[in-house]
Every structure is written in C-alpha cells, then in structure tokens.
C-alpha cells in the first residue's frame, strides 16, 4: 500500500484548443493529512480537482498527460463512478446540492455507489449527520431552500455518505459569512481527525494554511511553490499576497 | 347526464394513454436534457408487435415480448445516436430524433404494409352497465392499468435507489457525477422506462375500438399538447396534462361533432397547448427555469 491518499504525478490538461490549463503537475496528499492547493484565479485549481474527481469531460476538459492515484490504485482511466468507489469523493465548488430533492435524498444520493443496505444507510447517515447537527432537522426541506451555509454542510455531508479515504473540498468558505468560514473549518478538523484525508482548494488562505499540514501554490497550471503550511504561513510573499485577502464571492469559475 | 358520464369516463381513459406517454417524453426529457420526436414511433412498434405476436403467444407473453423489442429499440437508439450527439446540441439532437422518427415509420410501413390491422387489446368489446351508463370493458382496462402503471412509477423514483439516482441526475448533473452515479446509465435508464411506458400506452391506444394503423404514431403525438401544458419537467403535470388532453378530445367530439366537419376535436388539445404556452409557457406544473434544462 501507498502511504499516500492521493497522488498526482505529471498531470496536464487541456480545454479544447485553448492554452494548456495545467502543466506536468504534481502533488500528493499523504495518509490523513489536510494538504491546502492556493493560488489565484485561473491558476488551474479547479481543473485539477475536475482531473482527479473524473470531471474534465462535462467541462469539455482532457488529459493530454499524467497520472492519478487513490491509494496507491491508478484511477486515470476510471470514469467518476469508478474513483468514488475506489474511495475518493468530491464537494464541488459552490456547493451546488440537488435544490429539488430533500435533505435526507441528498444525502442519500451520496451513497448511491456503496449500494447501502436500508440499516447500513442510517447508520453512515448518523455518523455523518453527528459532524452537523443543523441538518437533522432539516431532512425532509428541500435542499434548494437551505441557506448558503446549510448547503455547504450538506455538499460536504453528501461526499461523506459514501465513506471515502479522500475527500476533496473545492472553496467550501466561498461566499459564506466569517462565522459560517469558522464552523466549516472545524468540520472540516473533525472529519479530518477521523482518519479522512483531504486536498482544500480555498481562496481563503488563512483558514487553509491555519488548518492543512502542507500547502501547495499554483499558478499558471503549475506549482510554484509547496512547503508546510507553517512554512507557507512564515513566508512574507505568500502572506502579502494570499493571507488577509477576503475571499471573493463567485470567482474561479474555471480557476 | 348519460352521454356527458360515458363521454368523461371515455376521455379519462384516453386521458390515461395520453399521460403514459406524456411521462415517456418528461422522463427522457429530464433524464437525457433530449426532446425524443421519435417517441409516437415507439408506440406504433410497441402496438405492432403485440400484434404480430398475439396468433403465437398467450397475451401476456405478447405484452413482454413488446416491451423487449421496444425498450431494445429506444436502448439502440440512445446509445448509438443520441449520446454521440449530446455535446453538439440541443437542436442537432431534437433533429435527429426526427430523422429517426421517419425512419422507424417508414420501416414500419415496410414490414407491415399501409393498411389497417386488427386490435391489441387485452380485452375484448364488451360492455358493462353502471346505473344507466354503459363502459366498455377496454375502457376500464385502460384506466384499471394505468393506475397501476403510475403507482409502480411513483414507487420506484420515490423509494428505490434508481429513482433517486435518476432524479438526482436530473436535478444537477455534475453534482450526480460527482456521486459517482453513471450519468449514461441514467439516459439509456430514462429511455428504456419511456419505451415501458409507450408500450402499455400503445395496447390501450389500439384497444376497441380503435385499431392499429400506421396513424397510432401521429395520435400518440397528441401526447405533446398534454407535456406542453402540463409543464415540460413535471411528472404530475404529464398525467393532468393527459387527462386534459383526452377530456377534451373526447367531449368535443361528441358536443362539437356538428362543428369543423367533425374535426373540431382534434384541433382543441393544441389551441390550449398555445394558449398555455402564451399565457403560462412553463406549463402548469413545470418549473420556469426550464430554459435551464
């Protein structure tokens, strides 16, 4: 077995006849550890989550090289169903729930993959649920009628319905209020604590760097920089750059 | 009093096959983002095999052995047309359902000729009398099937996993991917449903006293007036739409049979279809971001 969750080696992609998005990167998220991905707009962070998560293609996205894996399984050529069986789920950026189906469906669609049986169900819902009390009384409202932050809790609770090793967390503090930033941090603590490892694209790079062992930074489609999150925190370029900028509501589309 | 219950009994029941296929289109229209324009063909070979296996087999066998025909159809369909074309458009899509329209007509009228055939049927032409209002037999079939149809519809997306997957899929697809639920497993599974649907339709369609013909295609597109007002992306809207549809058509054709030459009838579903798409374009249950879909 690898000692890594996740591993990137190489990767590059590309949309369309556009200009490469990313460039032979790498990058590697070890067993149990929060690893932060900074950088600014356009730098390629969510085209990597769409390349490890299998999602390039809805986006007209490809890989023209590299390689992931999930615990130390090449998943490269593995469609989405098969990376979330394998262990790796994803909470997309802007949350981006089912608005029609309730609560409890939404969780419930989570761990479609894992083919649950009826008592198996309640038993990962409450484990999950146990990291975000709010949504138990909101199992049967729809999910569209949540608010910015209930919806949030909801797309990081859905990932967690089908158990994974990795969980990857595409700008979970986007748009929401600074109180809301600091109890998804502490979810997003405790989740890790109970053994789930967890790549956090975050423009908010003081709660990223506060909480990850390890940060990397992109920009251009290539890292330009990586180094412990201490490290990162010490560095007065990133700080003046990254720390103390707000996050911006809506940005990185294809970031 | 008694021509207006048996004409109501009578439109209810049409009503009935007008929303069984009404809820084809719906599902694959939510399930694969596609107008299938070939989905009235896909009634008439539900009806022509029954009929073509009714001499050989028991009538439930018959019934099977449609559905297998059809739903591999539709499944032929999906998989080497439709889903090659997704990227390229709504229109290129809607297009060339069309095409595959004519041409599942025109094979039809290859393999079983212009004229009209007997009826596919489960019952007969007989009758029943309640309190001075006569039913004919093929009409509570409809009704009684239907019913059936639709609870067993509910059940499976209300409390099966498939249904959930299918709902979600077409609630947010990306966010269905990202589930790890298989998104082309989801079409080819809206499809098949729809083709299930078109051949139940199809026996009540070409029930006594109708018969089959190659037109069965053509007035199963009278199910388009009941989706358009019932709202593109709803399911409950299909089955009112439906009912509304074969009200309508039935009762002008027995009140206004002395207007129009007697055609008046079949141009009422569509004057509501434009007056609800002026006045309401989502339908009366859909959804107003169904632009979004």
């Known amino acids: ?255 | 009093m008694t021509l207006f219950l048996q004409l109501g009994f009578q439109g209810i029941a049409l009503g009935m096959v007008y929303a069984l296929i009404a809820l084809g289109f719906v599902i694959m229209t939510k399930g694969s983002n596609t107008f299938n324009f070939a989905h009235g063909e896909f009634v008439a070979v539900g009806a022509y095999v029954v009929l073509a296996l009714m001499p050989h087999l028991p009538y439930w066998l018959a019934f099977l052995g449609s559905i297998v025909v059809t739903v591999a159809l539709a499944l032929l369909v999906e998989a080497t047309l439709l889903r090659r074309l997704l990227d390229k458009g709504l229109t290129t899509v809607v297009l060339a359902t069309l095409g595959v329209s004519i041409m599942v007509h025109a094979l039809i009228l290859m393999v079983w000729g212009v004229g009209t055939k007997g009826s596919a049927g489960p019952v007969g032409s007989g009758t029943v009398e309640v309190g001075g209002v006569v039913l004919p037999l093929s009409g509570i079939a409809t009704i009684v099937a239907s019913v059936i149809v639709l609870a067993a519809l509910l059940v499976f997306f209300r409390r099966t996993p498939y249904g959930l997957a299918l709902r979600a899929t077409a609630s947010h697809q990306e966010a269905a991917l990202a589930q790890g639920i298989d998104i082309g497993r989801m079409f080819a599974l809206s499809w098949a449903i729809a083709a299930v649907l078109a051949v139940v339709a199809s026996i009540f369609l070409a029930s006594f006293p109708r018969v089959v013909s190659p037109s069965i295609a053509l007035v199963a597109l009278a199910a388009i007036p009941a989706v358009v007002i019932g709202g593109m992306d709803s399911l409950i809207g299909a089955v009112v739409g439906g009912l509304i549809v074969g009200l309508i058509q039935v009762l002008g054709a027995g009140y206004l049979a002395d207007y129009g030459g007697g055609k008046l009838h079949e141009v009422l579903p569509y004057v509501l279809m434009l007056l609800v798409l002026v006045v309401r374009p989502y339908g009366l249950f859909g959804s107003r971001g169904i632009e979004r879909v």
């Not at chain 1, 080696?9 to 990167?25: E, F, I, K, N, P």
């Open chain 1, 1 to 255: 077995m690898s000692d890594c969750a996740l591993a990137v080696h190489d990767l590059s992609v590309r949309y369309g006849a556009a200009a490469t998005a990313l460039d032979g990167l790498t990058l590697e998220v070890p067993r149990g550890e929060i690893v932060a991905l900074l950088g600014p707009n356009g730098a390629g962070k969510s085209t990597l989550m769409r390349a490890v998560s299998g999602l390039l293609p809805v986006h007209g996205g490809s890989l023209t090289s590299g390689r992931v894996e999930v615990l130390g399984t090449d998943v490269t050529r593995l469609r989405p169903s098969g990376r979330v069986r394998v262990g790796l789920a994803q909470a997309l950026e802007g949350r981006q729930v089912f608005p029609e189906l309730t609560v409890a469906e939404n969780l419930a669609a989570g761990g479609y993959v894992r083919r649950y049986r009826k008592a198996e169900a309640r038993e990962v819902r409450e484990r999950v649920l146990h990291h975000f009390p709010r949504l138990q009384d909101l199992m049967d409202r729809q999910a569209g009628y949540l608010s910015g932050g209930e919806q949030q809790m909801l797309a990081i609770g859905r990932a967690m319905m089908s158990q994974p090793s990795v969980l990857l967390l595409d700008e979970p503090s986007l748009g929401l209020a600074p109180k809301i930033v600091e109890t998804v941090r502490d979810v997003i603590l405790d989740i890790n604590r109970e053994g789930t490892s967890i790549l956090l694209v975050e423009q908010n790079a003081a709660m990223a760097l506060s909480i990850a062992q390890h940060g990397y930074i992109l920009e251009g489609g290539r890292v330009v920089r990586e180094g412990s999150a201490a490290e990162l925190r010490a560095d007065d370029d990133i700080v003046s750059l990254y720390l103390g900028v707000a996050p911006v509501e809506g940005a990185g589309q294809h970031g």
